[in-house]
Nanobody, 121 residues
Framework: QVQLVESGGGLVQAGGSQRLSCAAS????????MGWYRQAPGKQRDLVAS???????SYADSVKGRFTISRDNAKNTVVLQMNSLKPDDTAVYYC???????????????WGQGTQVTVSS
């Protein structure tokens, strides 16, 4: 099994910055993709940003130019740096990893417990 532990989040004023971190641990053979999703009340969970093991990144249009995702493959960690935050960024943010635990297992999704980010206007 793979456990994802998130840190960061909280309350910030509009225009401010926050940094979310996530560390993966457990029985890990490889992690293909790490990313962050968010879910606002009454809405579906959407991808915010993702990064492959090779460093290729993908961002939701709404966060391009404001958020940056980075990854440390050796430590199995991923960081989301969020700048110029807006009230619309308010949501629970979930860390995600697409990982394999052994050579005979398939990759599957693992999720963190979520961390609340609240941006006040």
């Amino acid at each position: 099994q793979v456990q994802l532990v998130e840190s960061g989040g909280g309350l910030v004023q509009a225009g401010g910055s926050q940094r979310l971190s996530c560390a993966a641990s457990g029985t890990i053979l490889s992690i293909d993709i790490m990313g962050w999703y968010r879910q606002a009340p009454g809405k579906q969970r959407d991808l915010v940003a993702s990064i492959t093991g090779g460093g290729s990144t993908s961002y939701a249009d709404s966060v391009k130019g404001r958020f940056t995702i980075s990854r440390d493959n050796a430590k199995n960690t991923v960081v989301l740096q969020m700048n110029s935050l807006k009230p619309d960024d308010t949501a629970v943010y979930y860390c995600n990893a697409v990982a394999r635990t052994s050579s005979w297992s398939r990759t599957r999704d693992y999720w963190g417990q979520g961390t609340q980010v609240t941006v006040s206007s």
